[in-house]
């Protein structure tokens, strides 16, 4: 098959698909190798049956609604590069505002290297990026799935980042020995972020069929979707420094009740900030001690 009749063929299955343009460029580039200035200059050219069948069989995906990002294997976040697949959660340029968001307000504090936290890290989008971007930091991150570990090391590796990883549910207790000294002495800490799973019941029950291939554990944040809010906030502040940050992403209409848990346990000078659709994503606040 020639280029532009491979190019035609993805196109058209494509036709249906929101962005199936641009899907169908990325799967041509980054399943079948084929540049845009290759398809544009040698049209002609023939290509190997294997390479087209690969490249349709990703189309093919793509047309019934499997995620963009899972058919290349990497997606990019905050200008770094992450491997992703099934079983992790795809980051999102959502996400992108609570990075920015704390590493501002880290930066802002000044310690000389702050020690942070990220809970629930899944690709580990948000601790590598704080890692690469806050000079002298220490960063922790701590996943419990199986499935996301290994993409979780591998982007620390990839992306040649300082950060220790922690296998564990967040919800055990236990997992706070890690900041600890043989004494029971903690080793405060600076800042955690958290982008939990958030999702409501009713939300579960009508995801976008894209997020139906994306892992049910990065997703389900219990019935009003703030169980990992009550969780992280109550359980995980007594690692945090006086005027500690803690900062979440936050799904839909979550501001005031994530806010009201925040005071609850302790913390002030709550803030927010949102994301690039203007929509509040972030909120987070202060531990008063
Ligand atoms: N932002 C994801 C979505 O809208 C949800 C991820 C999460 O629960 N943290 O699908």
Not at 33 to 60: F, K, M, Q, Y
Not at 170 to 198: A, M, Q, T
Request: with cysteine; aromatic share 8%.
């Amino acid at each position: 098959m020639k280029i532009s009749e491979l190019s035609e063929k993805v196109s058209l299955l494509l036709s249906d698909t929101e962005d199936g343009g641009f899907d169908g460029m990325c799967i041509l580039e980054d399943i079948g190798g084929i540049t845009r200035e290759r398809a544009a200059l040698h049209p002609d050219d023939e290509l190997h049956d294997s390479i087209c069948a690969r490249v349709i069989e990703a189309a093919n995906k793509r047309k019934i609604g499997y995620p963009l990002q899972y058919i290349l294997g990497q997606w990019e976040f905050y200008g770094l590069r992450f491997r992703v697949g099934e079983g992790v959660l795809i980051p999102r340029p959502d996400t992108e505002a609570l990075a920015e968001e704390a590493i501002g307000r880290i930066k802002k504090r000044g310690a000389d290297s702050p020690r942070i936290i990220d809970l629930c890290s899944g690709s580990g989008c948000i601790a590598v990026t704080l890692a690469k971007l806050i000079e002298g930091s220490e960063v922790f991150a701590v996943e419990l799935s199986g499935e996301a570990f290994p993409y979780l090391t591998d982007n620390i590796r990839s992306n040649d980042a300082r950060v220790t990883v922690i296998r564990g549910d967040i919800s055990d207790g236990r997992l706070l020995d890690n900041f600890r000294d043989e004494d029971g002495e903690i080793f405060p800490v600076d800042c955690i972020v958290s982008n939990p799973p958030y999702l409501t019941s009713e939300e579960m029950a009508e995801l976008q069929t894209e997020v139906e291939f994306e892992p049910e554990i990065a997703l389900f944040g219990g019935n009003d979707g703030l169980k990992f809010y009550r969780i992280i906030t109550c359980l995980w502040k007594e690692l945090l420094t006086e005027g500690g940050l803690l900062i979440f992403e936050i799904g839909n209409d979550q501001e005031s009740a994530v806010t009201d848990i925040l005071i609850n346990e302790g913390f002030g000078d709550i803030f927010t900030a949102p994301d690039a659709t203007g929509a509040i994503r972030v909120v987070g606040g202060y531990y008063l001690g």
